[in-house]
């Protein structure tokens, strides 16, 4: 399995990062880095990571069974999450939820058909004091209202319709 | 950046950067006093900086509030392994988003931080433990670094002293229960965040079996004004055995919600009415969850007290991680209790069965319980199991989810009673197996 050069950069990094003998702390990290480059950790990349760490495919597996960041199906190139905790909870959080689920016409974990959006209701991402909050990917959204959903949802679907015309 | 407002009444120390230009380079950090800490401590004996420590009052800025100078002072030295720093950067208790400021706007002062916990034992790597939904951060934290090597503050020989030291950026991937510090151990070695039987605590075996130094990403950010400023001046910015600031953060139903820093033991009703311009829309106050989303919830009634360790745990409750939320007198307090019941089922682990059943029967009596179909012994019932749960597990998580459902029901039980009579009962839902 080939990877583009900033990852093969990055996981030879990583497997001098740690004590000797301890490339098996790199598991989690090379999982989280290929998943961002191809959309989710397919059965290829677990044998691969397991080959480049030293560890067996069944020890990585067992380690993306436990952290909710992984996933094993590809999922809609905008991963919107919602959170939903206390502090956004107090603050509209829930409905935002609600609402994001009529919005993109899915549930929790969920991806529309044209394959673009995946919702997911998540717990705490560290925003409380700007709540209710989402991320989408990894870039954080605050203080985010119904209205604020739609015109983010809709310019993220203008910016996506624009690509396909120039290309 | 940040995203609200200062208050004129914070004292800031960790967040004097946090408005200037360009706050995280390092060309700002050494214009600004940044490594003059570390250029003090490599002329002093490890023995001289865990006394200056202690002397300050500092301590643990995660959650349990440990004295940090007596955490360092646990390290054996000379035992022929290598050390470790570890920091803790996994922010993700509910309530909580202040560690996230501190690496996007002065990652340097987190390095220096970590540096002098690495010279005071000795020790030649550290680890920066990001939380997976921090992403963000990893480039800000590694250009930091890179600035360090190229300034000849990290790497080989720093600052002529002969030591080496190196820092390393380890990303998590969405775990709740890694930033309980032994699973985060776990974590780092690649294996699913597991906790560890304590003791040995990580002190003497911690990362990669070796002795190590495990603190809080804003612990480690404090450090550096403690050695900087002298352990006196940092003492007298709190509370008696609170030694300096800490940043709060504030959610809920206030006017200027914020991440604000306050000296330790600053008063829970100032900091509502004059940082935060008191509740909004004209509401009264009706709780306070003081500490993040483990710790017991105050009424308005005890909210007359002050923000630092002992205040709080002579409240009954705890400062946590110091994130205060702030609820007005519309708040559903059941409905708040089922949210944070439901958070800890998903981010307990399963290892130990009193936090994985516990957390799943409660999830499922508060979701009957609030979908109308509660009994009234279910109100005890609740209680009973939290009680049970109680310093029976591994890790903290156990002790995370039972307290705050302790304390809503010894704080609320009137507004659960009221529950029963103001929801006609549900569908029939079954008896669950354990009534």
New interface residues.
């Given amino acids: 399995m080939t990877f583009s050069p900033t990852l093969e950069e990055r996981f030879a990094k990583l497997l001098t990062?740690?004590?000797p003998g301890?490339t098996?702390?790199?598991?989690?990290?090379m999982?989280?880095?290929a998943q961002?480059e191809m959309g989710f950790v397919s059965r290829e990349l677990v044998e691969e990571v397991a080959k480049r760490?030293g560890?067996t495919p069944l020890?990585v597996d067992?380690?993306i069974?436990?952290?909710?960041?992984?996933h094993r199906e590809p999922i809609g190139k905008y991963n919107v999450q919602v959170c939903?905790?206390?502090?956004c909870?107090?603050?509209g959080g829930?409905d935002l939820f609600e609402h994001a689920k009529k919005c993109l016409g899915i549930g929790h974990k969920q991806t529309t058909p044209d394959g673009l959006f995946t919702l997911e209701e998540v717990?705490?991402?560290?925003?409380?004091?700007?709540?209710p909050a989402i991320?989408v990917g990894?870039?954080?959204y605050?203080q985010v209202t119904p209205e604020r959903f739609d015109q983010l949802i809709d310019a993220l679907r203008k910016a996506e319709s624009g690509k396909n015309q120039v290309s | 950046m940040v995203?609200?407002e200062p208050s004129p009444l914070e004292v800031k120390v960790v967040s004097r950067r946090f408005l200037l230009e360009n706050s995280a380079s390092i060309d700002t950090y050494l214009a600004t006093d940044g490594y003059v800490a570390i250029k003090k401590v490599v002329g002093m004996t490890s023995q001289a900086i865990i006394d200056e420590l202690k002397a300050s009052g500092l301590r643990g800025r995660g959650g349990a509030g440990f004295p940090t100078g007596m955490k360092w002072s646990f390290v054996p030295l000379n035992t022929g392994k290598?050390t470790y720093i570890i920091c803790n950067s996994d922010?993700?208790?509910?309530?909580?988003?202040k560690?996230?400021l501190l690496m996007e706007n002065d990652p340097h002062q987190l390095l220096e931080g970590m540096m002098i916990a690495g010279f005071a034992i000795n020790s030649n790597?550290g680890y920066i433990y990001i939380?997976?939904?921090?992403?963000?951060l990893i480039p800000i934290l590694e250009k930091a670094i890179a600035e360090a090597y190229k300034h000849g503050y990290l790497g080989k020989d720093i600052l002529s002293s002969g030591w080496d030291f190196d820092i390393?950026v380890?990303?998590?991937?969405?775990?709740?229960e890694c930033g309980e510090e032994s699973a985060l151990l776990e974590?780092?070695?690649?294996?699913?965040?597991i906790p560890r039987l304590k003791p040995p605590f990580p002190a003497v075996v911690g990362a990669?079996q070796c002795p190590t130094i495990l603190n809080n990403c804003e612990t480690f950010s404090h450090v550096p004004a403690v050695f900087r400023e002298g352990a006196a001046w940092y003492a007298g910015l709190g509370s008696p055995k609170n030694g300096g600031t800490r940043l709060m953060?504030?959610?809920?139903?206030v006017n200027r919600?914020?991440?604000y820093e306050m000296p330790m033991g600053f008063p829970l009703l100032r900091l509502i009415e004059e940082v935060c311009g008191g509740i909004r829309n004209g509401k009264k106050l009706k709780a306070v969850?003081p500490g993040g989303?483990s710790t017991p919830i105050l009424r308005a009634d005890e909210c007359d007290v002050a923000l630092d360790f002992d205040s709080l745990a002579k409240a009954k409750t705890m400062a946590g991680s110091g994130?205060p939320?702030i609820?007005d007198e519309d708040?559903d307090i059941v409905?708040?209790a089922l949210?944070?019941i439901k958070?800890y089922k998903?981010?307990s682990?399963g290892w130990c069965i009193p936090c994985r059943e516990g957390t799943t029967w409660l999830t499922k009596i508060m979701t009957r319980f609030h979908e109308g179909g509660g009994r009234t012994k279910d109100i005890d019932l609740v209680y009973e199991i939290a009680k049970n749960m109680l310093g029976r597990t591994f890790c903290p998580l156990g002790d995370a989810a039972a307290m705050p459902m302790i304390g809503f029901i010894e704080k609320f039980r009137p507004e659960f009673e009221e529950y029963l009579k103001k929801k006609a009962p549900g569908p029939a839902i079954p008896e669950l197996a354990l009534a």
């Avoid at chain 1, 069974?65 to 992984?70: E, K, L, T, V």
């Fill in positions: 990062s740690y004590p301890r098996r702390s790199a598991v989690v990290p999982l989280l880095y961002d760490t560890v020890q067992e380690v069974g436990y952290y909710s960041m992984m939903t905790n206390i502090c909870l107090v603050v829930e717990e705490c991402m560290g925003a409380c004091s700007w709540a991320q990894y870039d954080f605050h | 995203y609200n290598p922010e993700s208790e509910p309530g909580t988003c560690d996230r790597k939380r997976g939904e921090y992403r963000y390393y380890h990303t998590g991937a969405g775990a709740y974590s780092l070695e690649g294996k699913r965040g990669f953060s504030v959610s809920g139903h919600r914020g991440v969850i989303s994130g939320l609820l708040t409905r708040v949210r944070t958070f998903h981010e682990c």
